[in-house]
């Protein structure tokens, strides 16, 4: 699959082609285009167009001007979009991945059909929404190592397999080392989420440590579009944990719009 240059990046996506309604996937930080192995089957076999891409410095996607401010991650999404010849699509994000989603629906409205938000902290600034969020993420949650931190307990005990070839994936994420971080184009707030005029879904795992439903529920609540479900036993990652259920949640909400 190929790369679109874009200012300050090679960008690597794939394309699954067809006439069907476009389904744009964003990753999370502790994965790549490669962690949809689950969904792309599922998503081609009911008809939509699956559009992914390593994030600017993930997996395959390589800045080419290190002296660049590394732009905003809505920017290299709508380059994409605009390369792609893009006119109205979904866009289904997770964990960081789901921050540019919003980010992108709340400045495109117009572009987007439906967003879907799963186990995301949002980038949400506003003061009681962190003082939640540090309280729920303790740095002793921080620094267990990614598998703990993110795959249900339930997942990691019953499919090692899975746990192991996730855990590859999120070795291959980040081949650049440490590199100057994206953000959103706006501070992402309250205020700008009681604006969304996008459908969305906010989708959560009951047994997630790092957006538990709770936090979950406040993002939920500030969306006036949105719709909440969550999923059992599933931990950070429900997409790779749970896909048939995850998937089915995403299918059945995407259908709607």
């Given at each position: 699959?190929?790369?679109?240059?874009?200012?300050?990046?090679?960008?690597?996506?794939?394309?699954?082609?067809?006439?069907?309604?476009?389904?744009?996937?964003?990753?999370?930080?502790?994965?790549?285009?490669?962690?949809?192995?689950?969904?792309?089957?599922?998503?081609?076999?009911?008809?939509?167009?699956?559009?992914?891409?390593?994030?600017?410095?993930?997996?395959?996607?390589?800045?080419?001007?290190?002296?660049?401010?590394?732009?905003?991650?809505?920017?290299?999404?709508?380059?994409?979009?605009?390369?792609?010849?893009?006119?109205?699509?979904?866009?289904?994000?997770?964990?960081?991945?789901?921050?540019?989603?919003?980010?992108?629906?709340?400045?495109?409205?117009?572009?987007?059909?439906?967003?879907?938000?799963?186990?995301?902290?949002?980038?949400?600034?506003?003061?009681?929404?962190?003082?939640?969020?540090?309280?729920?993420?303790?740095?002793?949650?921080?620094?267990?190592?990614?598998?703990?931190r993110e795959l249900g307990p339930s997942y990691?005990?019953?499919?090692?397999?899975?746990?192991?070839?996730?855990?590859?994936?999120?070795?291959?994420?980040?081949?650049?080392?440490?590199?100057?971080?994206?953000s959103p184009g706006e501070p992402i707030t309250?205020?700008?989420?009681?604006?969304?005029?996008?459908?969305?879904?906010?989708?959560?795992?009951?047994?997630?440590?790092?957006?538990?439903?709770?936090?979950?529920?406040?993002?939920?609540?500030?969306?006036?579009?949105?719709?909440?479900?969550?999923?059992?036993?599933?931990g950070h990652a429900g997409f790779w944990e749970?896909?048939?259920?995850?998937?089915?949640?995403?299918?059945?909400?995407?259908?709607?719009?």
């Amino acid at each position: 699959m190929p790369h679109v240059n874009l200012p300050g990046v090679e960008l690597w996506y794939e394309d699954t082609g067809g006439s069907g309604i476009p389904v744009i996937l964003l990753h999370a930080a502790t994965g790549t285009t490669e962690s949809w192995v689950y969904q792309l089957p599922a998503f081609t076999t009911a008809g939509y167009r699956c559009i992914s891409y390593d994030r600017r410095t993930w997996g395959r996607s390589r800045a080419t001007d290190e002296s660049l401010q590394p732009g905003f991650q809505r920017d290299d999404l709508h380059g994409l979009v605009e390369h792609l010849g893009l006119d109205r699509f979904h866009l289904v994000g997770t964990a960081a991945g789901a921050i540019p989603s919003l980010d992108y629906a709340l400045a495109h409205p117009d572009r987007v059909r439906s967003v879907v938000a799963a186990n995301t902290i949002a980038g949400i600034q506003d003061p009681e929404y962190l003082e939640v969020q540090h309280r729920l993420r303790p740095p002793e949650i921080q620094s267990l190592p990614p598998e703990l931190r993110e795959l249900g307990p339930s997942y990691r005990g019953t499919d090692p397999e899975g746990a192991a070839r996730w855990l590859e994936i999120d070795h291959s994420t980040r081949p650049y080392g440490v590199v100057p971080a994206q953000s959103p184009g706006e501070p992402i707030t309250y205020a700008r989420l009681s604006t969304m005029r996008v459908p969305t879904l906010v989708l959560s795992g009951n047994a997630d440590l790092l957006a538990p439903p709770a936090l979950m529920r406040m993002l939920a609540a500030a969306i006036p579009t949105s719709k909440f479900a969550s999923l059992p036993d599933a931990g950070h990652a429900g997409f790779w944990e749970r896909p048939q259920v995850w998937n089915g949640l995403v299918l059945e909400f995407i259908g709607q719009h």
